[in-house]
């Protein structure tokens, strides 16, 4: 193909690219690149998972889940989670449609599902501390924090990044670059949830059956 | 300004597709998810199958199904996104997490089964 492409510029001054060049528009890469993100994101989630199966059983005569854990309270937490997945749904679907004002609107309604999530996992994290099961404790809890508050971390950044792009939105309205935002943006969002879903299902689920 | 961005995004289209689902597919998700959500926390809660290990094995089935469920209809996972990346991206990183988990898990239970017990879990025995 490069060679193609320097037979038909003989003529001219050599030209060394590839023919097919300019017709890529800017950012068309990105939603991949982003994707490969989080795919090693997903990575050291399976690490911090590996370390809480082989860990979690060592409670080191300390608090076991049974003990600890609230599973009403990880009920209402996933179901945060998983609202805000739909309603994020929504936004990009508004903004298909190019309605920047319901975009803007469902993403807030997003935002706020996110901090009602964090807000329920902090208090949870402090009630547990305020019981003396802090990261210290035990083997288990060690692990247990550094998965969880990785995960929580995550949708920290994930509801700051929401944040800015609110205010994007709201200054540019819906141009290319900021479509582009929004579609990463949903990936890492919905990325998050499905990490939720071990998250429950291993840590919590399997940690009461233990 | 609006022509401008319109004759863009025509010429995006054929390079870039933008992956979008439609209120369907959300809808659809979201309530497999509720459904897919609700039998585990159930089966942990209430308890209705005596034997443990059957009910882990039931719970860890309803999260993989969940997964599947999640990048189907809420990452709009297809063979055919980004040329096909997206996917060989994802089945390599599968193959990479059940390494590191079942690997993991297989070394350090022979490992731990191989120590000598230690004083606490002498006491719990």
Redesign the interface.
Same mark, same amino acid.
């Given at each position: 193909m490069a060679n193609q492409a320097i037979t038909a510029d003989m003529g001219h001054a050599p030209a060394f690219h590839l023919a097919e060049e300019p017709?890529?528009?800017e950012g068309?890469s990105t939603?991949?690149g982003f994707?490969?993100y989080l795919?090693s994101d997903?990575?050291i989630f399976? &690490?911090l998972?590996?370390?809480y199966?082989?860990l979690g059983g060592n409670f080191?005569?300390g608090p076991s889940p049974k003990d600890l854990f609230d599973?009403n309270l990880?009920?209402v937490n996933?179901?945060m989670l998983?609202l805000s997945?739909?309603t994020f749904?929504?936004a990009?679907?508004s903004m298909?449609r190019q309605r920047k004002g319901a975009t803007l609107a469902w993403l807030a309604v997003t935002g706020l599902f996110g901090l009602a999530f964090l807000g329920i996992e902090l208090y949870e994290f402090h009630h547990m501390i305020h019981l003396g099961a802090t990261p210290q404790r035990s083997a288990f809890l060690s692990a247990f924090f550094t998965l969880v508050g990785t995960h929580g971390l995550h949708v920290t950044f994930g509801t700051l990044w929401l944040v800015t792009l609110m205010v994007q939105i709201g200054r540019f309205g819906l141009?290319?670059a900021n479509?582009r935002r929004m579609?990463c943006l949903s990936?890492f969002w919905?990325?998050l949830?499905?990490i939720w &879903?071990?998250v429950?299902? &291993?840590v919590y689920?399997?940690g009461?059956?233990r | 300004m609006s022509a401008e961005t319109h004759a863009d995004h025509g010429h995006h289209h054929e390079a870039h597709e933008e992956p979008h689902g439609t209120l369907r597919d959300y809808v659809i998700g979201f309530v497999l998810s509720v459904i897919l959500t609700a039998i585990p926390f159930w089966l942990v809660m209430a308890g209705p199958i005596e034997s443990k290990t059957v009910t882990a094995v039931i719970v860890l089935a309803l999260a993989a199904v969940q997964m599947v469920v999640h990048m189907i209809y809420f990452l709009h996972m297809n063979g055919r996104s980004e040329g096909g990346w997206n996917m060989t991206a994802l089945v390599f990183t599968v193959i990479i997490v059940v390494i590191v988990l079942v690997g993991s898990l297989w070394v350090m239970t022979h490992l731990d089964a191989n120590m000598m017990a230690t004083h606490e879990e002498m006491i719990r025995r």
């Open positions: 017709h890529h528009p068309h939603p991949l994707w490969l795919m997903c990575l399976a &690490i998972f590996a370390v199966a082989v080191a005569a599973l990880v009920a996933t179901a998983l997945s739909i749904g929504f990009m679907l298909a141009i290319p479509r579609t990936m919905h990325f949830d499905v &879903i071990g429950f299902t &291993i689920l399997m009461m059956l | -």
